[in-house]
C-alpha cells in the first residue's frame, strides 16, 4: 500500500511540505536532550568523573554502535515510513498482516508513552532554566550554580509545574499540525543551535585546562569495558538517533516520494552525533578548567556547568538565554515526535481527530510522569537496587525497549520483506547489500547480545 503525498494531505495526517522536511523534522526528534544532557551524563558516570577511565570506551562503543546498528536501523526505520505511509503499528502490518509483527509497532508506541512521560520533567528544567536565565538568577560561580539545580529539583510543585508546561507546549505543537508545527521551528533553530553549539566548543577547549577534554571523552581505556557500559551505550544509539519506537517510521510516512533515504539517514546520524560530541565538549572542557565538582553524579551537568562557561564569554549573559531557549527548543522538537508517534496511532488506528488524540494522550502521559517528577525529592529515598522511579523508567525504556524495538524492525525488512521489496530505495546494490547483511545479522546478534546479557546478568554494573 503506497500513500501518496497528496492522499496524505486529503486525511488528517499531514505531510512535510519542503524537499528537506524529513531531514529536518528528523533531525529535530534526534537532536534533543539526549545528546545535550544525557550523553555528557552518561560519559560522566562512565568516565568515573576523572581523567583516563572509562569515558573514552564509552565514546568508542557509543560511535561503533551508532554506525553498524544505528544508522542501518535507522534505514529501516525510514523506509518502513515511507513505503506504507502509516503509523507504526499499521505500518508493520499492511506489509505483514500476519504473525504478529504489528506488536514491535505496538511496543513502540508504548515505549513513546513511557519515555516521554519522563522525558518531559527533563525538558521542564529547561523551561526553568530560560526564566533562571531571564533573570539573571544564574551566576559564574560554580558552588551557587551548584546549590540552586540542587535546591530546584527539591520542590515537588516545581518539577511537577515544569513537567505540565512542557507537556502544555509539545500538546499545542501536535495540535497545530505536522507541517506548520515541527518543520517550521526545526529549520529556524537547527542552524543557530549548531552555531552557538560551535562557538562554545571553541571556547571550552581554549580555556586553560579546557582540552584534557578531548583526552576525557577519546582516550578508550579498554579495561574499562564490562557488560553494563556496552548495554548503555547501546541503549544510548539508539535513544539519540530516535530509533526503536517508531518515531521515524511515523516521520518517514510524512515523507516524499522524492526525498531519498540514504542521504536522508546519513545527515541525520551525522548531525545527532556532532551534536552530542560538541556538547560533551563543552561540559567537561569546564569541568577541567574551572574544576567543577558534580555533586548530583552528573545529572545537572549540563545545568550546571553551562552558565560558568557563559559568564567567560562576551555578551554572555545574552547568549545564555538564548543557549538555554535553543535547548529547550531542542528538547520541544523531540517530545513533539514522541507525542506525534503515540496520536498518530490513536489517529489512524482509532479513528480519533488530532486535537483529541493529542490531548488525551498527552493528558495520560503527565500523569504517569508525576512520580518521575517526584523522584528527585519526595520518593527520593523509594529506590529499587540503587535506582530511582526516573531512573527505572529511563533505564527501561533506553537499554531494554527501543533496542528490542531496533531489534523488531531489524528482523522484519532483513528477514521477513524480501530482496525485492527493499530494492531500489538506497540506489546502490552495494549499500542495499551492506544494508541488508547488518539488518540480518550485525544489529540482531549485537543487540540480542547485549540485551540477553544484562536479563540474565543482572542489571548492575
Ligand atoms: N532522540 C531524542 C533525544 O536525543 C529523544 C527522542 C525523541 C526519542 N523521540 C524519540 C528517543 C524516539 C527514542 C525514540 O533527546
Not at 520518593?379 to 522511579?389: P, S
Amino acid at each position: 500500500m503506497k500513500n501518496t503525498t497528496s492522499v496524505q494531505d486529503a486525511t488528517s495526517r499531514g505531510s512535510f511540505a519542503g524537499r528537506l522536511g524529513f531531514v529536518l523534522a528528523a533531525a529535530g526528534s534526534a537532536v534533543g536532550l539526549g545528546n545535550l544532557w544525557k550523553f555528557p551524563y552518561l560519559t560522566y558516570r562512565h568516565g568515573g568523573g576523572s581523567e583516563g577511565s572509562g569515558a573514552g570506551a564509552f565514546v568508542l562503543i557509543y560511535l561503533a554502535a551508532v554506525l553498524l546498528i544505528g544508522a542501518p536501523v535507522m534505514l529501516a526505520e525510514i523506509f518502513l515510513g515511507k513505503k506504507t505511509g502509516l503509523n507504526p503499528v499499521g505500518a508493520f502490518r499492511s506489509l505483514r498482516p500476519k504473525g504478529g509483527w504489528k506488536f514491535v509497532g505496538g511496543l513502540g508506541v508504548a515505549t513513546g508513552f513511557v519515555l516521554l512521560s519522563y522525558y518531559s520533567i527533563v525538558a521542564g528544567w529547561t523551561v526553568q532554566y530560560v526564566i533562571y536565565a531571564v533573570t539573571g538568577a544564574l551566576s559564574g560561580d560554580a558552588d551557587t550554580s551548584g546549590s540552586l539545580f540542587t535546591g530546584f529539583l527539591a520542590s515537588p510543585s516545581r518539577q511537577i509545574g515544569f513537567h505540565a508546561a512542557f507537556m502544555g507546549m509539545t500538546i499545542a505543537v501536535i495540535v497545530g499540525g505536522v507541517s506548520k508545527g515541527i518543520e517550521r521551528w526545526t529549520k529556524m533553530l537547527m542552524p543557530v543551535l549548531l552555531g552557538i553549539l560551535a562557538v562554545l566548543t571553541v571556547r571550552s577547549l581554549t580555556l586553560p585546562g579546557g582540552s584534557r577534554a578531548l583526552t576525557f571523552l577519546f582516550y578508550p581505556d579498554f579495561s574499562a569495558i564490562n557488560r553494563g557500559l556496552v548495554l548503555e551505550a547501546v541503549g544510548q544509539a539508539f535513544f539519540s538517533l530516535s530509533l526503536g519506537m517508531g518515531a521515524i517510521i511515523t516521520y518517514g510516512s510524512y515523507m516524499k516520494r522524492e526525498e531519498r533515504i540514504g542521504p536522508a539517514a546519513v545527515s541525520v546520524v551525522l548531525l545527532d552525533t556532532l551534536v552530542a560530541l560538541m556538547a560533551s565538549i563543552i561540559v567537561f572542557g569546564s569541568i577541567f578548567s574551572f574544576n567543577l565538582s558534580m555533586d548530583s553524579g552528573g545529572i545537572g551537568n549540563l545545568f550546571t556547568t553551562i552558565p560558568v562557561i557563559f559568564s567567560k564569554i562576551p555578551a554572555g549573559a545574552l547568549l545564555l538565554i538564548m543557549f538555554y531557549l535553543l535547548i529547550m527548543f531542542a528538547a520541544l522538537t523531540s517530545t513533539v515526535s514522541l507525542l506525534e508517534t503515540v496520536s498518530a496511532y490513536f489517529i489512524d488506528e482509532l479513528g480519533m481527530n488530532r486535537k483529541k488524540a493529542a490531548a488525551l494522550s498527552g493528558g495520560a502521559i503527565f500523569a504517569l510522569g508525576i512520580p518521575s517528577a517526584l523522584s528527585f525529592n519526595l520518593m527520593a529515598d523509594a529506590t529499587l537496587g540503587g535506582r530511582t522511579f526516573f531512573d527505572w523508567m529511563d533505564y527501561f525504556c533506553a537499554n531494554i525497549s527501543l533496542p528490542l524495538g531496533g531489534l523488531g524492525v531489524a528482523l522484519f525488512v532483513g528477514w521477513a520483506l524480501t530482496q525485492r521489496e527493499v530494492e531500489g530505495e538506497l540506489g546502490s546494490e552495494v549499500l542495499t547489500k551492506a544494508w541488508r547483511f547488518s539488518l540480518r545479522y550485525l544489529a540482531p546478534v549485537a543487540i540480542l547480545a547485549v540485551t540477553l546479557g544484562m536479563l540474565f546478568g543482572g542489571v548492575d554494573a
